[in-house]
């Protein structure tokens, strides 16, 4: 037996950025940032962010591409996938990332038409991408 979910909430790092496959099915992908926080032995206050790739599917990638903007805050239910490919001068790159099945946008951030109330910092800008080339199901 074995099991492969991840249920993540956190905040957007960047929009979404939405793209179609060849036969015209819509893919999301966007970083993002879920962080811990925590006294250390000294009583100072810590805090660790995490960074993930998520990609989204179909008509709820279309969803996530109107309604979420960097910064909102949402709920990721998926799976984690790695994968490899080589870059632009051959190198050998690995990518983990997170396929979600469900994506619930929550009420903090600064989404597009999103409530400005909620706590939408982003603590750092997430690592900048690496070029790759893509299986043929995804365009990017």
């Given amino acids: 037996m074995s099991l492969?979910?991840?249920m993540l909430i956190g905040n957007l790092g960047k929009d979404p950025e939405v793209r179609f496959t060849g036969s015209g099915r819509a893919v999301a992908r966007f970083p993002l940032a879920?962080?811990?926080v925590w006294n250390d032995a000294e009583g100072q206050r810590q805090e660790r962010t995490e960074w993930h790739n998520i990609v989204v599917w179909g008509k709820q990638a279309e969803t996530c591409g109107q309604y979420l903007a960097k910064g909102r805050q949402?709920?990721?239910e998926g799976s984690v996938r790695s994968r490899q490919y080589d870059d632009k001068?051959?190198?050998k790159r690995y990518i983990t990332e997170v396929i979600a099945q469900r994506v619930q946008f929550l009420g903090g951030g600064g989404g597009r038409g999103a409530d400005a109330r909620g706590g939408g910092?982003?603590?750092?800008?997430?690592?900048a991408?690496?070029?790759s080339a893509e299986?043929?199901?995804i365009p990017f």
């Fill in 121 to 127: 910092g982003m603590p750092e800008e997430p690592p």
């Fill in 135 to 137: 299986d043929d199901d």
């Fill in 4 to 6: 492969n979910k991840v």
């Fill in 89 to 91: 001068e051959g190198n």
């Fill in 74 to 76: 949402v709920f990721i």
């Fill in 34 to 36: 879920t962080s811990e």
């Fill in 129 to 131: 991408p690496t070029a």
